[in-house]
C-alpha cells in the first residue's frame, strides 16, 4: 500500500483517479472481502478497467502479486460472492454478450477460422471496407490487411533432416489473425532442423477465462492442452503469443512451455542456417505479457538481431501498456484508444520500414490504426531464411 505503483498504472496515469490504481483497487478488493463494501456498479466499473498489465508488480519492493489478486476478485464478483447491492453488479466480461463472443467465437479456433473465410470473402468482393466503417467495434479492429487462413494439413517436407520433435501451440488466432506467424514458425523451426507436432485439437489457452472471472473453465481450458500435448517424444511446447505462454505456464507440463521468440532466440548462431540480409528499420513493440509476465524483454530484439543488416529500434513507449489486454480493446474502447495514441505519435515519428509485436492482440490493435501491419518477429527471421 506504500504508493510506489500508482504512477506506473496505465488506467491511473488516463483518469488520475485513486480507485482505477492498483493501491486503490487492491482497497476496493479488500473492502469487499471484509464486508464493508457492497458490489456496487461504481465499485465493479474501478475493478474491471484493470488491464492485468502487471506494470505495478514490476516496481513493488513487497512483491505483492496483484494479478492474482484482481483474477481472484473478479472470479468473486462473476460468483456473487460479495454483499450485493440492491443493483446486483458483475465483471463487464461476464455479461451475456460477452460471454457468447468468448465462448463461441473468440475462444473457438475453429468458429473463429470460419468467420475469417467469410471476412476475405467480403475482402475480395470488395465490400470489408463497408464493414470497416459500419461494422462496429470488432470491424474497426480488423488488421489492414487479412492474412490467408492457415489449413491444418501436411506440411511441406523441409530440406534438411529432423532431429528434434517440439510441440506447436497457435491459439484461438492461430487459423486466421494469426496465420502468417504460424507458417513462419513451422518454416523456421523445420530450418533449424525441428520436426513440427501441430495438433489439430488443441483449445484456447483460457486467458480471457482467467481475466473475465471465470478461473474454473481456464483451469479446464489449460488441463485439456496438458492432455492434447502429452507426447513424450517433445522436447519442448512452442508458442506462439506472449499472453498464452503466460497462460499456459501456470501448470507444470512434461515438456518445458516456451515462447516463441525466447526459444528462437536462444539457439546459439551456428545452428542457424545463413540468413539473408535485411537493411530494414523496424520498431519493436513489447507486450506487457512479455516484459511482466514472461520477464523477457530482450527476445525478440535477441532474435532479429541474427538477421544481418538489420536496424532495430524498441519504442520509448514499451514501459505503457497499449490498450489491448485481450477482451478489453472490445469492452473498453475508449481506454484502450486512449492507451494506443503515444505509440502511434512514437511510430509516425519514427517512420520504420516495419513494426513487429510478439502478442497479437497488441499488434492487432496497433495495426488496426497505423494503417499498416504490425508482423511477429518470427515472420521477418522467416523472410530471411532461404526460401522464406
Known sequence: MCGICVPHCPTFALTQNEADGPRGRISLALGLSE???AATPDVVAHLDSCLTCRACESVCPSQVQYGAIIDATRAALANHDFAQPAK????????????????????QRRSFGRVWSLLRFFEKIHLLGLMRRFGGRMAHTLPPALPVRFQFKTQPAPRKPLTQKVGLFIGCTGESLNSDAVRASIHVLNA??????????????????????????????????QRIFADPTLTAIIVI????TGELQRETWGAPVIELTEFLANIPDELWPKLTPNSATVAIHLPCSQT?????????????????AIK?????????????????????PEQADALRAPKLLELKALKPDGVVSANIGCATHLASKLGQSVQHPVELVAQSCAGG
Open 35 to 37: 464486508g464493508r463494501l
Open 192 to 225: 533449424l532442423g525441428y520436426a513440427v507436432h501441430l495438433p489439430k485439437a488443441q483449445v484456447c489457452c483460457g486467458a480471457m477465462h482467467q481475466h473475465g472471472g471465470d478461473l474454473r473453465q481456464a483451469a479446464e481450458l489449460r488441463a485439456e492442452n
Open 292 to 308: 511482466r509476465v514472461l520477464n523477457n524483454a530482450t527476445s525478440t530484439e535477441r532474435l532479429l538481431r541474427k538477421i544481418p
Open 241 to 244: 503469443g506472449t499472453a498464452c
Open 88 to 107: 446486483i453488479a458483475t465483471p463487464k466480461a461476464t455479461e451475456r454478450r460477452w460471454r457468447w463472443l468468448r465462448a463461441h467465437i473468440l475462444s
Open 312 to 332: 532495430l529500434v524498441p519504442l520509448a513507449s514499451n514501459d505503457r501498456c497499449c490498450g489491448a489486454a485481450g477482451l478489453h480493446v472490445l469492452m473498453f
